[in-house]
């Protein structure tokens, strides 16, 4: 039992923080998450991996971490590290995407470098509201994020910035951008379900930047396109 687990954890690599989900996962629930996590608490007592805790020592989260020293007892996050933990990304497992500056520029939009944190994630309650201990604001996604449309998450928050991103790019040079990485980026599923959540969530205004934006579109993507619009207008 414990020799499959050393395997799993070996497999996600020394310093990647990785939960009971994600062994369970990895094992194809041939293995209880209970039996797991009697495994990992044993593997815990003796040095083997480590209890994820944050910079201030305020909580200990419920993950575990691969130790890169056996003399290390506690693993402690930055920041922007804890904030990814809460609000975004546990192992494997998505829940949240940055938005904001850090948003356009992961897609090559802008060049503005900014403290300022904000997440759009599914672990909140309020629509919006800010975190003072990790100084972050938090705003409750439109439809819950998963590992399956966190990319298409990112686009719905890219057609919202993409006026304010500061940069040299005139406005067909920011669509083009926006295409590449579409391409680049995104599977062939993801592309067919950007209409879904673009009907389904996005605003007028945003349906309107994509709809210029498709003039970047392979034909069978413009035809689902029209599919989606012509179902919104019955």
């Known amino acids: 039992m414990s020799t499959r687990i050393r395997k799993v954890i070996s497999e996600i690599g020394a310093g990647n923080v990785f939960t009971i989900n994600d062994i369970a996962s990895r094992l194809s629930n041939k293995m209880t998450k209970n039996t797991i996590a009697k495994a990992l608490s044993r593997m815990y007592q003796s040095g083997e991996i480590q209890k994820v805790v944050d910079s201030k020592k305020t909580m200990v989260y419920k993950e575990y ?45 802008s060049e503005q470098i900014s403290t300022k944190s904000v997440v759009i994630s599914n672990n909140t309650q309020s629509h919006s509201y800010k975190d003072e201990k990790l100084e972050v604001t938090i705003r409750k996604s439109d439809f819950t994020i998963t590992n399956r449309n966190y990319q298409i998450s990112e686009l719905m928050e890219i057609l919202k910035l993409y006026k304010k991103a500061v ?22 599923r993801e592309k067919i379900e950007i209409f879904h959540y673009l009907y389904e969530y996005a605003s007028p205004e945003s349906i309107k930047s994509l709809e210029t ?8 993507l413009m035809d689902i396109m029209d599919i989606y619009r012509k179902e919104r207008v019955k």
Do not use: C
Request: proline share 3%; glycine share 6%; net charge positive.
């Open 213 to 220: 934006l498709s003039v970047y579109f392979p034909q069978n």
């Open 167 to 188: 940069t040299s790019m005139t406005i067909d040079e920011i669509f083009n951008e926006i295409w590449q990485y579409i391409y680049a980026k995104f599977n062939e």
């Open 65 to 109: 971490y691969v130790p890169t020293t056996m003399f290390q007892r506690e693993v402690h996050l930055t920041s922007s590290d804890s904030i990814t933990l809460k609000y975004i990304k546990s192992g494997t497992k998505i829940y949240g995407i940055y938005t904001g500056s850090k948003l356009l520029n992961k897609w090559g939009l």
